[in-house]
């Protein structure tokens, strides 16, 4: 007879032991899953770099189209023209105004400001000198009153 031997069958080898992540064996695993992550942060930081550049860029413009507007305002507001003047120091009003303007620039504006109308108040006072100084019926007389003093002595 034969017999036959009933053998139970292999036991499964039991399943390592985990080891904790931060023991020496597996650091270069941990390391490798991090790789996206340091990918997408740097993504993130080169991204915030170049918006960054570009507003500072786009201020960069602003400020300079702001001082070409600021330049022909002040030569407008130095002309001899009466209206082009009026219009050169409205236009400083504005630009003195904006979030532009550094410290600098409006001190700039209002020195270039100021200087128109010490001129216009110095011709003003020179105007009003020549009127009491003229002697009646002289024929010098300033521009604006020209015509009505020539309609005076008719």
């Known amino acids: 007879m034969l017999s036959i031997l009933i053998t139970p069958p292999p036991a499964a080898p039991p399943d390592p032991p985990l080891t904790p992540v931060g023991s020496g064996a597996q650091w270069w695993e941990v390391l490798g899953a991090l790789g996206p992550l340091a990918v997408l942060m740097a993504a993130v930081l080169t991204f915030i770099i170049g918006w960054k550049t570009l507003n500072q860029r786009r201020r960069a413009d602003q400020r300079?189209?702001?001082w070409n507007r600021a330049q022909w305002a002040i030569e407008a507001s130095m002309s001899d023209d009466p209206r082009r003047q009026e219009t050169g120091l409205g236009v400083l009003d504005l630009l003195a105004q904006s979030d532009l303007a550094g410290e600098e620039e409006t001190a700039?504006?209002?020195i270039a400001w100021a200087r128109p109308l010490t001129a216009l108040m110095d011709s003003n006072a020179e105007m009003g000198q020549n009127e009491t100084?003229?002697?009646p019926g002289s024929e010098e007389a300033d521009d604006d009153n020209s015509s009505t003093a020539a309609?005076?002595?008719r």
């Open 64 to 66: 300079s189209e702001w």
């Open 133 to 135: 100084t003229s002697t």
């Open 151 to 153: 309609g005076a002595r």
């Open 108 to 110: 700039i504006i209002s």
